[in-house]
Each structure stands twice: as structure tokens, then as C-alpha cells.
């Protein structure tokens, strides 16, 4: 008896490390089960704009060729970066970025980030995190600004994505939805 005991945990430990070896950190399976989720990052930020009738903003795309519609260098510095750093937007496959600075005391932003495999999320995602911490830092000057989008601002990494939100109402909706669709 005592044999068959060993044998089967013996068993049981060699199979537990291969069962493991076919998932994800988020527990869903590599294998030919499920594809890669995919969403078009320029129809999911159209889907935004629209249901919370965005206005007044820059809309900015990896789609446009057009100087003013993509994020150029001086763009990536000035939005997500300072005078040393910004993010590699070499990682970056494709995006959809709206930015609206036309109400000061209404800040309003939100990007979704398609990265190429092997993109580093962590650093990107800081890059974010910091843009909406100094805008929260810059806010203490101005008390009637309307801060409640910054400080329930959402930040999101799954399945090759990268999205982040402050929209006044919108954070936990738009992150629910993007979430839910990958």
C-alpha cells in the first residue's frame, strides 16, 4: 500500500508542474484552445468619444500620416515624458490617444496601446501613471479644477494591451468594457 501511495504522489508532482506549464499568469490556457484577443484601438476610442460625446480634445492615431494626428517625438516628450525621459513608442504596434486640454478645470484623457510582443508594459504603464500624477500635483494650484477623473483614473495591461482613462464618469465603464472584450 505504502507503494502505491509514493507512486501516485510521485505521479501526482510530475504531472502538476506539465498542467502548469500550459497557462497564463491570469490563468487561461496558451495552448490552440483560445486565440489571442484582438480589438481595432482606433473603433474601441471612436466607441469612447462617442458614448461620452468627447468634444474640444486632439484625437491622435498610429493610423495617420498626417503631422498633428500621430504622436510624434515632441508629442510623446510633451504628453507622456519630460526633458530626459519618455516612453518607447518603438514597443508601441498601434494606438488611439484622445487628449482634451481646451477645458483646464476639466481634464479629460484616455489611450488604448496595442504593444508588440515583448513590450515592457511596466515601464510604459509608469510613463502613464506619471502624466496623471503630475497633473494631480499641478491641480493643488487650482482649486476649482475638477480632479475626480485624475484620482480614479484606471491604468490596465491584458493580452498585449495597454490602456489608461480619465474621463469625468467614464474610468471604471471604459476599463470594465475594454476588459471585457479581451
Known amino acids: 500500500m505504502k507503494r502505491f501511495v509514493s507512486l501516485l504522489l510521485a505521479l501526482l508532482m510530475l504531472a502538476l508542474p506539465l498542467a502548469a506549464c ?7 490556457s496558451s495552448g490552440g484552445d483560445e486565440p489571442a484577443k484582438t480589438i481595432d484601438v482606433q473603433a474601441e476610442a471612436d466607441a469612447v ?9 486632439k484625437r ?26 519618455m516612453p518607447d513608442f518603438a514597443s508601441v504596434e498601434a494606438y488611439a490617444v484622445y487628449i482634451d486640454e481646451s477645458k483646464p478645470t476639466l481634464p479629460c484623457e484616455f489611450g488604448i496601446f496595442k504593444m508588440k510582443d515583448g513590450a515592457d508594459t511596466d515601464t510604459f504603464v509608469a510613463f502613464l ?11 493643488k ?4 479644477m475638477d480632479t475626480s ?4 483614473a484606471k491604468f490596465t ?3 498585449g494591451y495597454v490602456w489608461y482613462c480619465a474621463v469625468k464618469d467614464g ?6 468594457t475594454l476588459e471585457g472584450k479581451l
Open 157 to 159: 495591461v491584458k493580452g
Open 22 to 28: 500550459d497557462k497564463n499568469s491570469d490563468g487561461t
Open 171 to 176: 474610468n471604471e465603464d471604459i476599463d470594465s
Open 60 to 85: 491622435y492615431t498610429s493610423e495617420s500620416t498626417v503631422l498633428g494626428e500621430y504622436l510624434d517625438e515632441d508629442l510623446i516628450r510633451s504628453y507622456y515624458g519630460d526633458a530626459a525621459e
Open 129 to 139: 501613471k506619471a502624466r496623471i500624477d503630475l497633473k494631480l500635483e499641478n491641480a
Open 149 to 152: 477623473m485624475l484620482k480614479t
Open 49 to 57: 468619444i462617442s458614448k461620452y460625446s468627447l468634444t474640444g480634445g
Open 141 to 144: 494650484s487650482y482649486p476649482t
